[in-house]
């Protein structure tokens, strides 16, 4: 199914709608939440993309079934929950969700995030893989739409399912880290070893750990993604890599983003974006 959308995303030239310099419409209109689950289903095609243990996408708390405001946020911490709340959001979209360590006693600093959701009517919903990949509103194919990259293939596996991008590149390492700067003011780390004009360029937001070994296998030396590990700059070194390190955080803000305002126009919502100052 996510092989078909690819190919079909390749070959139509679709443009994207969405635009967060916008700012939050005040419409005061309310929404089933059964129908913007069902959208986010549908959108994301959930059903078809597996993921990690924990991971537990879709609706992972509940509210009363009605929704007003949309909003988005990088991850299901008490922050983000607490910044949600005030600005009146009920349903919060998360890349991060709340199930990623064993089953577990609601106690404590649990207690607390599931006691803040119930006392604000705060639904949450969790996308993490579905809208990695996601041809249209995933993290990989809108930051190589901020870097004007052209999409062209994908590599690295999960169950069968593509979740990384490959890019036409053709541009030199100098004006790859002109459009990094730009779009992480906050820094990169660049780690050169690989071709000083590379030809393909491959995106994997967040963790790239599981990238880099596959680079080379895929025709491509050069790789832009959130975080690394220290062993991968001997990886680079030795297979002649080149490695674009932007923040696992920043890199992973885009299709929660996304999400939120394809729900907004979908259901005449208005939404908003719960930012965090997290460093990595």
Not at 46 to 64: H, R
Not at 180 to 185: A, C, E
């Amino acid at each position: 199914m996510t092989k078909d959308i690819y190919r079909f995303w390749n070959q139509s030239g679709l443009s994207f709608r969405f635009d967060f310099s916008f700012p939050p419409r005040r419409l005061h209109h309310v929404a089933s939440l059964s129908d913007i689950i069902h959208f986010c289903e549908n959108r994301l095609h959930l059903s078809t993309i597996p993921d990690f243990p924990g991971a537990e996408n879709g609706l992972q708390v509940e509210n009363n079934g009605t929704v007003s405001k949309i909003g988005a946020a990088v991850d299901a911490g008490l922050g983000p929950f607490k910044n949600a709340a005030e600005a009146g959001i009920d349903f919060l979209i998360v890349h991060h969700g709340l199930f990623w360590e064993p089953a577990y006693p609601v106690t404590k600093l649990r207690y607390r995030k599931y006691k803040l959701c119930f006392e604000n009517n705060l639904a949450v919903y969790g996308a993490h893989l579905p809208l990695d990949c996601h041809p249209e509103i995933g993290n990989n194919a809108i930051l190589a739409k901020k870097l004007n990259l052209e999409p062209s293939n994908w590599f690295l596996e999960y169950e069968e399912n593509p979740i990384g991008l490959i890019t036409h590149g053709s541009i030199s390492r100098n004006e790859i880290k002109q459009r990094l700067d730009v779009l992480f003011p906050k820094g990169i780390t660049a780690i050169e070893k690989g071709s000083d004009s590379p030809e393909k360029i491959a995106i994997l937001t967040g963790s790239g750990a599981s990238a880099v070994s596959q680079l080379r296998a895929a025709g491509v030396d050069t790789l832009i993604t959130g975080e690394l590990k220290q062993n991968h700059f001997n990886q680079a070194e030795e297979s002649e890599l080149n490695l674009y390190l932007c923040g696992h955080y920043a890199t992973e803000t885009f299709g929660v983003c996304a999400l939120a305002e394809e729900v907004a126009l979908e259901f005449n919502l208005d939404w908003e974006f719960i930012p965090s100052d997290c460093p990595l």
